[in-house]
């Protein structure tokens, strides 16, 4: 078996070099690159993982901690964040283990340094113990979402302006001349269900309306299926009385594929009858309805790509500046012509 001496001895430069080419730690020059994979692919030398982490005491692990699929509806938006996490991770042979069970009320004694480099928390709760196990033993850890105020100062965190996206798509309705909104929220243990709620009532606020005529509805579980809470919800409140709102904003772009299978049914249009906005980045389902349905892109690949760079500079891999906070914007997108 051909050993990182061989390649450096065939591509005639050091081992240090043919390191550096695989772990992209300091840049190379792409001929020289070229050449050592040249080299290693006539040994056919592969780079052996453990034994990097051996030298270099780290694991190449991140955990990335998000809802089970088996309990949650995952939508697009995990999916473009996972890939943004792989992505940036992959800059520098970092491995992902997607870690469904710490959502959990539970604290697992595998989430530890000795398993894993860093951990990076999705969906942060108002009480998470997730966050209460990683910062008692000092886990390097990124949270995606606002962590409730327990937490801001022990933990860095990458989110979108979810307070102001809101009131920007609130505010949008209202100047259109909505006053009876109904908001399909996130359950109130989420972190950015009492955010998001905040930018709904600013709008509100900012332009001197009233909110008494409409209504914040925050979903039950993390674990309903969001297609039939947003059917069930628009059965609920529009099945009696179909004037009693005349916008929508749904959490995510699922609840508004139920919210519009129950217009069909109830025989309501939209946005004739009632207009629906999707805080969703899935741009694709939101253009299998017709007509189109306005949409937030909560950009979360930026999200993903975001959390590693914060965690790679606490874990101390690559050249990346201190965070504790960031930002992502996200897009609203009207669809208007």
Not at 95 to 103: E, P, W
């Amino acid at each position: 078996m051909s050993k990182i001496d061989d390649v450096a001895k065939l591509a005639g430069v050091s081992k240090g070099t043919v390191s550096n080419v695989f772990s992209r730690k300091r840049p190379i020059s792409e001929k020289v690159q070229k050449r050592v994979l040249e080299a290693a692919k006539e040994l056919n030398y592969t780079p052996n993982h453990i034994a990097r982490s051996l030298v270099t005491k780290k694991t190449m692990t991140i955990s990335l901690s998000m809802p089970s699929a088996k309990r949650i509806s995952l939508t697009t938006f995990h999916t473009n964040l996972i890939n943004g996490v792989i992505t940036e991770a992959s800059l520098h042979n970092y491995r992902i283990l997607i870690d469904t069970l710490a959502q959990e009320e539970l604290e697992l004694p595998f989430l530890s340094g000795n398993v894993v480099d860093g951990v990076i928390v999705l969906n942060p709760k108002v009480d998470d113990t997730r966050l209460d196990y990683l910062t008692k033993y000092n886990i390097p850890a990124v949270v995606i979402g606002e962590p409730s105020a327990k937490y801001k100062n022990l933990v860095s965190y990458v989110d979108n302006n979810n307070q102001e996206i809101v009131e920007e798509v609130t505010t949008y309705l209202l100047k259109k001349g909505h006053r009876r909104i109904l908001y399909l929220n996130a359950p109130t243990k989420m972190t950015v269900s009492k955010v998001r709620e905040a930018g709904f009532l600013q709008a509100f606020a900012d332009l001197g309306i009233s909110n008494n005529e409409s209504l914040i509805h925050f979903k039950e579980s993390l674990y309903e299926d969001p297609s039939q809470y947003g059917y069930d919800t628009v059965m609920k409140y529009f099945a009696a009385d179909k004037d009693r709102y005349t916008a929508i904003i749904a959490d995510t772009d699922k609840e508004a594929i139920g919210i519009c299978r129950a217009f069909r049914k109830l025989n309501i249009k939209f946005p004739d009858d009632v207009a629906i906005v999707a805080l969703s980045d899935d741009l694709v389902l939101s253009h299998e309805l017709e007509p189109p349905i306005p949409t937030v892109d909560m950009q979360a690949e930026a999200l993903g790509k975001t959390s590693v760079q914060m965690l790679f500079h606490q874990i101390k891999v690559g050249d990346y500046p201190e965070i504790s906070r960031a930002v992502v914007k996200a897009k609203f997108h009207s669809r208007e012509q």
